[in-house]
């Protein structure tokens, strides 16, 4: 059975910072492509970041220069380091997995930034 459990997401101050875990199972983790998605309300589900098996990152262009996504395939867990964030950044954010021609999704985790 594959799992993706999120957690980090807090309510934080405009400019505030804060780092959001995914960690996986029942999944071979160091082989998947691992994404972040975020959801604000009324919005439609979007990419945020990703990382290859390789570690190539990509960014949407609302990230690029403050987030950064990570992985560590000893704890089966991705990251992603949010800085300087906005109350545009506000939504649920989900991790998603692409491994062996499926698709996995995280429950969410709530990010609210306040003004």
């Known amino acids: 059975q594959v799992q993706l459990v999120e957690s980090g997401g807090n309510l934080v101050q405009a400019g505030g910072s804060l780092r959001l875990s995914c960690e996986a199972s029942g999944i071979i983790f160091r082989v998947a492509t691992m994404r972040w998605f975020r959801q604000a309300p009324g919005k439609q589900r979007e990419l945020v970041a990703d990382?290859?098996?390789?570690?190539?990152?990509n960014y949407a262009t609302a990230a690029k220069g403050r987030f950064t996504i990570s992985r560590d395939n000893g704890k089966n867990t991705v990251y992603l380091q949010m800085k300087s964030l906005e109350p545009e950044d506000t939504a649920v954010y989900y991790c998603?997995?692409?491994?062996?021609?499926?698709?996995?999704w995280g429950q969410g985790t709530q990010v609210t930034v306040s003004s």
């Open positions: 998603n997995a692409d491994f062996e021609v499926q698709n996995y």
């Open positions: 990382i290859t098996r390789d570690g190539t990152t």
